[in-house]
Structure formats: structure tokens, C-alpha cells
């Protein structure tokens, strides 16, 4: 976790174009995202908000376009040296490793450990390094409420528990950004409320910089602002969810796709 | 020594080499998840290596031809064997690693084992074709006894086989290990966490193709030669069946499926008199039992006998979960 | 030049063998590394229809070859290969049970047929030319015979439902059952015919080398994969043009460097195409490798 300077922008997209075969998926992207803050991307389905998570996190080389995160040019790192430099993401679907017990899982995420280079390894002077290591991941553990899983398998977690999980390794690399596709995808209305609270203390006490894709709106509507709204591959609008309302090509491009639920009260 | 003394140390001897073999493969396979069906290939390479190292160079115009023949005493000869098995196995890494599609991995590596026995077998010049090479010898062999090389072998590969174990195991119980499992079971979640995946699975594979050179070395130098018919997929099958069958993932695991599956099987048919005309019979039925053993134990139980342990929290963070600190 | 017919040849023989391959992976999406002994067995079956106790004559001994191991194929899959992939999911799983099964057939071979050379029974060759080639009529009667399997497999693929089935299961085989496909019989049918090419390309193979054992298919497998990898995984127009391609290049190449060292040659095109276009010439099927 680096605190550079005083550069208010952290991450910085500029004209990401990509193509599946004949398919152009986004045409041109550029946002902005201020450090602190606790973005949304929204858009129908189609609209290319994965493939631009993909683009920016590395885990696709976009054809065209920048990425520059921490005024560093990223264009085209691949995954894990995204991650490296700062900026972390989950998945849609909760990648948990399915064979390993939760506190292994939630170890790999713990970033330049001795024990993980091989001549420590072979002469076993990683110890006290991992015991270090392995406190912070416990505290984890309890901060998500997941400490009683502790020692279960990866494959009998439930949905919720699984997004908690992969967060909680996500965390341990104490990331400037985070990028979430979807987190709450399957979870449920009880598991919904805690997790953000999770979130949300993770932007502000934490002060890590969040950018998700949701598609339910009542939550981008509570967590976030700005929002980036995406339709056919581009962005075509930005700003607080009132402004959007008001956004006509916006309306259009969602026709059909709108959430009603987000003009009514949760129930 | 009499004839039953004899097999019992031999027999020993070729589980000790046989456990070394296990040990490289289930680092690849059984831990990181690589399917190294080339594997059996890189324990050639170390064997061809070790025999071309120890060898005189090949009379000219001779019958018997080769590359090398540097007439290197054994020591060196096994760890130039060790060498060359590294470089193998780095450049069919670096080939198989290419940010293929799963299923390219297993293709390719197939793809190299079949080829290079083709090569090998068809071209003479290179290593004797099917005739191999012969003629090598381990420490002392002339010095010894028949019987005392024979007690200094099984005492030699014992101490290889548990410096092999001591070694894995280091790597098994250490975060690299760990490492390796996370790359098994997802890699693009490691990536997500900024663990490089190539370099992982190279460090896992360049340490298993070490081992399996250690081992095609050793065998090759007890038992004295090295040719294409000692070498062929079958081989790689036993080792697979071996790991599957005794524990996937897990050194002690896979020692054991080793001892139960290689050493039953073959003891097993130490026992069953020659079947008259049909000498290759034998073989075949050892062959069908390895394959039966390795489809039951993946139909019922995957994780084989020996089941990879899942980390535990350590005692004192076990009584912190009781008490949470929030 | 006749290097250039000989290699026709082998690309014919080949060319039906590739075929058969890259239509069960683009189905099923998983290699069959016991494709091998898929070769093997119709030579087998051939040899008994053909040499004892049947003593018909070549060609329906080797169409009898090639529907015995489309039998073969089916039983396979329906009794081991499909329960074993809907109980072990995982492309490790399926790659491990193809492996094993073509070392376990293998060794089943020796003990039925054991691991003598044989023959099949076919009258003599004439040597014909034609234009600048030099075939025998064997030869001639592969080519054809090439041509028509491709012919029908090209009407399969194109104007069948079945065909239509296999072609977008290649595609995405979740999509492919919401559309109503029913995939498990697609499956079985692709075995079915993937196993029945193999079987006919195997008996080829047997007349062509005159004599064989236990492993001919295996030997041959290099080959196969080079061309499908070459072609396009999956493609069935990829898996012709990749035979042809090594078919070819491997007679001309063996007149430059020894024979021992022909592999070598597909080695190089395997390693060309990973580092230059691992989708192959015709580019592989877009299913994601861990979609079973």
C-alpha cells in the first residue's frame, strides 16, 4: 500500500477499444476514478462493463487505449502485476480455491512472504515470517465474520461465504484499488446488508478505492457516487444516480432492462 | 546371497528408485496440478544423459554409436544426467507453459513424449536406437562383489530417496507449497493476488524434472544400461496410478501407492510362474491391474488413500477465534 | 515428384484418421489419447474378418473394421468414458482416463492377439502411373476412398441435424442444450463416427505398412495430433489441410534428412504453430477448455 503523493486521480482510462472476433465489445472507453472513492459501473447486460473490468485489471490486453494507475502507464501488464502494483479484483463468480482449507486460501493472498521463494522454503526460515503473516490473516478472518470456517474446505462454503472469502484474500494484499464484478450476485437478502457494511468500511476506513459493477441499481444507488453508466460498449454518461436518472439516452439504452425495484423500498 | 536375499535387497532397491520417480511426478502433477504425460521422457533424458556422460567415447565405425562418451566418473555422471534433465524439462516448460489452453498442455506434452521416442528409437546415430546405451556401471561396481554392489546400491538409493522426500517435503509444507496448490486449484485467482503462475509452475517443474533425472540417472546406473523398451508410456501410467492410488499431492502419498502398486504388482508377478509361450502375457496383465487400480481410485476415491491435509489454524490462533477481537 | 504422391497417400490415410479425431474433441472437448488403439482395434477387426476365420475379401473386411470399432466406440463411451466424465468433471480427469485406456487397450491387445506381427490378406499391388506420380492401385483406392469419407463428412456436418448438433456443441455447449440440442446423444453419435474413421484409417494403415502389432495406431498418433494441432483443433476442415500438410512434408522431408529424423520435421511445424498461432490455421473451436 503505497500513499503517493497527492495525485487525486488514481486511475486513469483512456480510449480502451477490444473486440472478441467480430464482436467490438467497447469502443473508446475513458473514465476517471478519484482515490477514495467508491465508484459504480452500470450498464445491460452487453454493454461491456466485464470486458472493460478485464481490460483494466489485466486480464485481458485491451487492442487500444491507456490504463494508467498511480500515474504509472499499466497498459497491458497482465494480471498479477496489476495486482502487484496496487489494484486487486473479484470475480463474478467467487474464485475460491475448492481444496484448500479458507485460512490457506486467504494466506495466498499475502504478498511477498519468505517462505514462498524457494531457498527459504528449503532451509524452513519462513516461520516467524509466516506466523506474522498468519495473525493478520485470523484478523481478517473475524473483521468479514468468517473465522469459524476457519478450517473448512473451499468446495463446502456456501455462495455468501465464498464472496466473503475471496474478499478477505483480496484484502490481505491491502490493495489501493479494488475492482468488483458483481459481488452481490447470489447473495442473500440477509448477507446483502453485511456485506455492505463490509464495503463500504473498506472505502472508508480502509480508504481504499472501489469501482463495481452492479446490477442492482438500489445498491449502486447507496454505495456509490460517481457512476459510470456503459450502454453498447461505451460510457455514455457519469455522475450521481439523479443525474442519470435524468439521462435520456440513458433511459433508452436501458429500455427494458430497468430495475424497478430501485424506485420502490427494499422489502 | 542366496537367490531370495537378492531379490529382497533388489526389490528394495527399485522401491527406493521407483519412490524417487513418485516424488518428481506428484511435485508436478499431484501438487501443481501439471499432467506431465512427458514425464517418463525427462527420466530418459536424465538416463541417455548419465549413460553418455560414463561412457568411452563410441568406437568410430563401430556398431554400437552414441553422442558424448565423455568417460566421467560417476558422481559427475549422475549430476550431469541431473543437468540435462533440468534443461529438458526447462525448454518443455517454457514450450508447454506458452500461456496455452489447459487442454494445449496435455496435448503438447503427449505430443513430445511420443515424438521424441520415435526420434530416438528410428535414429541411430543419436542414441543407438533400440539397442540404447549399455555398458554403464555405478560407484565401486568394480571394486564389489556382485553382492556387495548389489547392498551398496539398496544403500545408496535410500539415502537418495529420503534426501528426495526430506527435500519435497521442505518445499510441500512451506508457503511455496502452498503456492503451488493455489495454482493447482486456480490459477487465475493467484493471478488476481499478484502470484506469478509461471514462474510457480516452472519452479515446480524444473524441481520434478530434477528429480526424475536423479532417477532415470540411478536406474540406469544400477541396472546398466538404458534403451527405448525400458522407457515407453507404460512407465509414466505406473507413476500415475502410483500417485492417484496413494495419496495426490502428498510425498508420503505418493511413497506409498509406489510401495503398494509398483512393488504389489511386480512382486505379484515374481510369483506367478512364466506363462508358457506367452512371455509378454505377463507384462500385459501387470499393465491392465495398474490401469484398473487408477480408474477405481478415481471413480471412488480421487484424493487416494493417503488425503492431502488441509491447513489448520495453528493453536493459539485457535484460541483467538473463540475470543474475537472485534 | 513421387515423394509428392507419396505423401498424398499419406496424407489420405491421415486425412480420415485427423478427421475422425478433431470431430470427437470438437464435441466432446477433451482429448481421447486412446484414439490410438481406436486405429489399432479395426485393424484387428479387419484381421479376422479378412485372414481368420472369415476370409472375406479386403474391402468389406475393412469396412467390417471400421463398424466394429464404431461399436467399439459407443460401448466406450456409454459404459465408461460418458459416466466417468459426469462424476469426475474436470479436463485432468477425462485427459487421465483417455491416457490410461490407451495403455490399458494396448496391453488388452497383447493379451487377446498377442504381440506378434501380423498380416492382412490382400492380392497383389500394381504400380500405375499417373502423370507425374507413381501409385499402386491400393494407393488410388485410398485416395478415393479419402475423398469419399470427406465428402460425406462435409454432408454430415452441413445439411444433417445431427451435423448442425455437433457443429454448435463445438461452440458452446451450454448454449447448445438451452437450444434443446440433446447432448448426450450427439455425444455418443460423434464416438460412433469418430471411432468408425478410426477403424478404417487403421485397416489402411495395415495394408499400407503390410505388416503390424499392438501399437500401430499408437505410432501413427503423432502424426494425428500434429495435424489436427496444425489445422485447428476442432476443425474439421483444419484436421484435412493440417494431414495434408504433414502427409506431404514429411515425404519431401525425409529426402533431405534421414528417416530416423522425420518427427523432427512435425516437431517443427507443432513448435511454429504454438509460438506463431496456437489456434491453429483454421483457428480451434471457441468452447472453453474446462467445458465438458
Redesign the interface.
Given at each position: 500500500m503505497t500513499t503517493r503523493g497527492a495525485a487525486s486521480v488514481i486511475l486513469q482510462v483512456d480510449g480502451i477499444s477490444h473486440s472478441y472476433g467480430g464482436l467490438q465489445a467497447i469502443k473508446g472507453v475513458s473514465l476517471e476514478v478519484q482515490r477514495g472513492t467508491f465508484c459504480g459501473l452500470i450498464g445491460p447486460n452487453g454493454a461491456g462493463k466485464s470486458t472493460l473490468l478485464d481490460c483494466i485489471s489485466g486480464r485481458i490486453k485491451a487492442q487500444k487505449g491507456r490504463v494508467i494507475f498511480e500515474g504509472v502507464d499499466i497498459s497491458g501488464w497482465p494480471l498479477h502485476r496489476t495486482a502487484r502494483a496496487g489494484m486487486v479484483r473479484t470475480f463474478q463468480v467467487s474464485r475460491t480455491f475448492q481444496r484448500l482449507s479458507v485460512i490457506s486460501d486467504v494466506m495466498v493472498g499475502v504478498p511477498n512472504q519468505i517462505g514462498e521463494r524457494v531457498v527459504p522454503a528449503l532451509l524452513g526460515t519462513w516461520r516467524e515470517d509466516q506466523r506474522r503473516h498468519l495473525d493478520g490473516a485470523v484478523r481478517m478472518l473475524h473483521r468479514f465474520h468468517i473465522a469459524e470456517v476457519a478450517e473448512n474446505l473451499g468446495s463446502a462454503l456456501s455462495g455468501g461465504q465464498q464472496r466473503l472469502v475471496e474478499l478477505s484474500r483480496t484484502m490481505m494484499t491491502h490493495p489501493a484499488m479494488l475492482l468488483l464484478d458483481e459481488p452481490f450476485a447470489g447473495v442473500s437478502p440477509v448477507a446483502r446488508r453485511e456485506l455492505v457494511a463490509h464495503l463500504r468500511s473498506l472505502c472508508q476506513d480502509d480508504g481504499v478505492t472501489i469501482l463495481m459493477i452492479e446490477h442492482r441499481l438500489d445498491l449502486i444507488e447507496e454505495l456509490c457516487n460517481p457512476i459510470h453508466a456503459m450502454a453498447d460498449g461505451e460510457v455514455v454518461a457519469s455522475g450521481s444516480m439523479s443525474e442519470l436518472r435524468q439521462n435520456d439516452r440513458l433511459i433508452s439504452a436501458y429500455l427494458g432492462h430497468v430495475d424497478d425495484r430501485s424506485r420502490k423500498s427494499q422489502p | 546371497m542366496n537367490a531370495l536375499e537378492f531379490l529382497v535387497v533388489s526389490l528394495g532397491t527399485f522401491a527406493a528408485l521407483n519412490g524417487i520417480l513418485v516424488l518428481g511426478l506428484n511435485l508436478q502433477f499431484g501438487s501443481t496440478g501439471i499432467l506431465n504425460l512427458s514425464y517418463f521422457t525427462t527420466v530418459a533424458v536424465g538416463a541417455y544423459a548419465t549413460g553418455v556422460a560414463e561412457l568411452p567415447p563410441a568406437p568410430h565405425g563401430g556398431l554400437v554409436q552414441y553422442v558424448g562418451g565423455f568417460n566421467w566418473p560417476f558422481p559427475m555422471a549422475v549430476a550431469f544426467g541431473v543437468v540435462i534433465a533440468c534443461c529438458f524439462t526447462f525448454v518443455l516448460g517454457g514450450l508447454a507453459f506458452l500461456r496455452l489452453r489447459e487442454d494445449y498442455l496435455g496435448l503438447t506434452l503427449f505430443s513430445v513424449q511420443a515424438g521424441v521416442l520415435l526420434i530416438v528409437t528410428d535414429y541411430s546415430p543419436f542414441l543407438d536406437g533400440p539397442r540404447g546405451v549399455q555398458g554403464l556401471s555405478g560407484p565401486f561396481q568394480d571394486q564389489l562383489s556382485p553382492t556387495g554392489f548389489e547392498v551398496m546400491y539398496l544403500g545408496l538409493s535410500l539415502v537418495f530417496v529420503v534426501a528426495t522426500y526430506v527435500v519435497i517435503r521442505n518445499l510441500d509444507i512451506a508457503p511455496l507449497g502452498r503456492l503451488f496448490r493455489a495454482i493447482r486449484e486456480d490459477e487465475v485467482a493467484a493471478a488476481a493476488v499478484g502470484k506469478n503462475s509461471w514462474r510457480v509452475k516452472t519452479t515446480a517443474f524444473l524441481f520434478g524434472g530434477a528429480t526424475a533425472g536423479l532417477g532415470g540417472a540411478l536406474v540406469a546406473t544400477y541396472t546398466g544400461g538404458w534403451d527405448p523398451g525400458a522407457w515407453q508410456t507404460p512407465e509414466t501410467l505406473i507413476l500415475l496410478s502410483a500417485i492417484v492410488v496413494g495419496g495426490r499431492g502428498r510425498p508420503l502419498g505418493a511413497l506409498l501407492g509406489s510401495v503398494l502398486l509398483i512393488e504389489g504388482i511386480n512382486e505379484a508377478g515374481l510369483f506367478i510362474p512364466t506363462l508358457g509361450d506367452r512371455p509378454d502375457l505377463l507384462p500385459a496383465l501387470q499393465g491392465v491391474a495398474t490401469a484398473l487400480a487408477l480408474f477405481a481410485f478415481l471413480w471412488w476415491r480421487p484424493q487416494g488413500l493417503l488425503a492431502e491435509r488441509p491447513e489448520r489454524l495453528p493453536k493459539a490462533a485457535v484460541v483467538r477465534t473463540v475470543q474475537p477481537t472485534r | 515428384m513421387n515423394a509428392l504422391g507419396f505423401g498424398l497417400v499419406d496424407a489420405s490415410i491421415l486425412a480420415i484418421a485427423a478427421l475422425g479425431f478433431t470431430l470427437q474433441f470438437g464435441v466432446t472437448?477433451?482429448?481421447n489419447?486412446a484414439y490410438g488403439a481406436f486405429l489399432t482395434f479395426g485393424a484387428y477387426m479387419a484381421l479376422a474378418a479378412n485372414v481368420e476365420p472369415f476370409h472375406l475379401s479386403i474391402w468389406p473386411a475393412m469396412l467390417i473394421g471400421g463398424v466394429c470399432t464404431a461399436i467399439f466406440g459407443l460401448l466406450l463411451n456409454q459404459f465408461f468414458l460418458a459416466p466417468?466424465v459426469a462424476?469426475?468433471r474436470g479436463?485432468?480427469?477425462a485427459?487421465?482416463?483417455t491416457?490410461?485406456?490407451?495403455?490399458?487397450l494396448?496391453?488388452?491387445y497383447?493379451?487377446i492377439w498377442?504381440?506378434d506381427f501380423k498380416e492382412l490378406d490382400y492380392s497383389g499391388t500394381v504400380a500405375h502411373e499417373v502423370g507425374p506420380f507413381l501409385w499402386s492401385n491400393y494407393d488410388i483406392a485410398f485416395m478415393f476412398i479419402t475423398g469419399v469419407v470427406l465428402l460425406a463428412v462435409h454432408l454430415l456436418l452441413t445439411r444433417t441435424s445431427l451435423g448442425r448438433s455437433m457443429r454448435a456443441m463445438g461452440d458452446d455447449l451450454n448454449l447448445a442444450r438451452v437450444c434443446g440440442i440433446r447432448t448426450e446423444a450427439v455425444v455418443a453419435a460423434t464416438w460412433g463416427i469418430s471411432a468408425f474413421l478410426a477403424g478404417v484409417a487403421g485397416v489402411m494403415l495395415a495394408i499400407e505398412q503390410r505388416t503390424f502389432t499392438t501399437t500401430l495406431g499408437?505410432?501413427f498418433?503423432?502424426l494425428i495430433?500434429?495435424s489436427v494441432?496444425l489445422g485447428g483443433?476442432g476443425r474439421p476442415a483444419g484436421a484435412v489441410i493440417g494431414a495434408v500438410v504433414i502427409g506431404v512434408a514429411v515425404q519431401i522431408g525425409v529426402l533431405f534428412i534421414?528417416?530416423?529424423?522425420?518427427?523432427?520435421l512435425?516437431?517443427v511445424a507443432?513448435?511454429g504453430v504454438?509460438?506463431l498461432r496456437?489456434q491453429g490455421l483454421m483457428g480451434?473451436t471457441p468452447r472453453p477448455?474446462?467445458q465438458l
Open positions: - | - | 472437448n477433451y482429448v489419447f466417468f462424476r469426475r479436463l485432468i480427469f485427459l487421465i482416463v491416457f490410461t485406456l490407451s495403455l490399458m494396448g496391453d488388452i497383447i493379451i498377442g504381440s499408437d505410432n498418433l503423432f495430433l500434429g494441432i483443433i534421414p528417416s530416423g529424423l522425420a518427427p523432427v512435425v516437431f507443432l513448435i504454438m509460438l496456437p480451434a477448455p474446462g
